[in-house]
Antibody, heavy 119, light 107 residues
Framework: QVQLVESGGGLVKPGGSLRLSCEAS????????MSWIRQTPGKGLEWLSY???????YYTRSLRGRITVTRDNAEKSVSLQINNLRADDTGVYYC?????????????WGLGTLVTVSS | DIQMTQSPSSLSASVGDRIILTCQAS??????VNWYQQKPGKAPKLLFS???NLETGVPSRFNGSGSGTRFAFTITSLQPEDVATYYC?????????FGQGSRLEIK
């Protein structure tokens, strides 16, 4: 069955960095766009980024310059690097798979990884 | 950015009730709206795409409708397992945006 497993979250000090990973299984990973979405107390669900099968990326305007998303189709994984973390980055970070018809349809989600930014 | 506004923000209803949740977009998003269900402690799950297309395996008591700026999500007969927060999301224009959610509880 389709499975997405995020890792890499944890407690980090303001100004620090984190690299989150997402391992995929149960589907042809290279066929799908992948996205990162976060859920924070302040903003709720927020779409951060997508990456195409070939590595083309989109980043939401508010985080451009602080995040980088990469993927490895051979390893069936996607990563999110976040720099200069702030308290309002605290939340659960999900990776999600897009449907084959529309990038905007998130047809499978991982369970998420919790990021806490605090001194 | 396109704002998605959901109402009500929370609702308490009885088993068997008909439930209607609404979602209003700040501009025309045509039919490009999805609905997700998020149960406590779980990831969101896609229920509907393109405003009204039911995903495989989703119970038929769920229904989606609308286009343009006004969308609705209906549960024809509320069941205990429907306790969750429901989110609309537009994918007409980047950045794709979510509503703030409608939290549904059983009386």
């Amino acid at each position: 069955q389709v499975q997405l497993v995020e890792s890499g979250g944890g407690l980090v000090k303001p100004g620090g960095s984190l690299r989150l990973s997402c391992e995929a299984s149960g589907f042809t990973f290279s066929d799908h766009y992948m996205s990162w979405i976060r859920q924070t107390p302040g903003k709720g669900l927020e779409w951060l980024s997508y990456i195409s099968s070939s590595g083309t990326t989109y980043y939401t305007r508010s985080l451009r310059g602080r995040i980088t998303v990469t993927r490895d189709n051979a390893e069936k994984s996607v990563s999110l690097q976040i720099n200069n973390l702030r308290a309002d980055d605290t939340g659960v970070y999900y990776c999600a798979r897009s449907g084959l018809q529309y990038l905007g349809q998130l047809t499978a989600w991982g369970l998420g990884t919790l990021v806490t930014v605090s001194s | 950015d396109i704002q998605m506004t959901q109402s009500p923000s929370s609702l308490s209803a009885s088993v068997g009730d008909r439930i209607i949740l609404t979602c209003q977009a700040s501009q025309d998003v045509r039919k490009f709206v999805n609905w997700y269900q998020q149960k406590p402690g779980k990831a969101p799950k896609l229920l509907f795409s393109d405003a009204s297309n039911l995903e495989t395996g989703v119970p038929s008591r769920f229904n989606g409708s609308g286009s343009g700026t006004r969308f609705a999500f209906t549960i024809t007969s509320l069941q205990p397992e429907d306790v969750a927060t429901y989110y609309c999301q537009q994918f007409y224009d980047l950045p794709y945006t979510f509503g703030q959610g409608s939290r549904l509880e059983i009386k």
